[in-house]
């Protein structure tokens, strides 16, 4: 019995360190059509969405309001896309239907 209960307890540790490898946090940055990591300037763009509902639907949001501002531009074709990357899949494949506009993620622990 003590043998079952210390391989319970390596694969409790093993699945609690693999999801805190996983944990990410999202950026939306206004940037320049090339994407260039120069032009994304965390000092504007600097709310931090992490990867729950609540907070994917705020960062579709921010970018919703950034096309309507005319300061990020997608082709109507690419916009449910963009969306469903955004609130279902990873966030960061919504940056390669955005121009003047990216998607970063982050590790945190």
Not at 37 to 53: P, R
Not at 79 to 104: F, H, I, K, M, N
Request: aromatic letters at 10%; glycine letters at 4%; a positive charge.
């Amino acid at each position: 019995m003590a043998k079952v209960k210390e391989t319970k307890t390596k694969t409790t540790r093993a699945a609690a360190s693999t999801a805190k490898a996983g944990k990410k946090a999202f950026i939306f940055f206004n940037c320049d059509a090339d994407k260039s990591v120069q032009s994304m300037n965390v000092f504007y763009n600097h709310v931090i969405y992490h990867d729950t509902a609540v907070a994917r639907k705020a960062l579709w949001k921010q970018i919703e309001d950034e096309i309507a501002a005319g300061k990020v531009n997608i082709a109507g074709e690419h916009v449910e896309a963009a969306r469903a990357s955004v609130l279902t899949g990873d966030p960061t494949e919504a940056s390669q239907y955005l121009v003047y506009g990216a998607v970063q993620a982050f590790d945190f622990v």
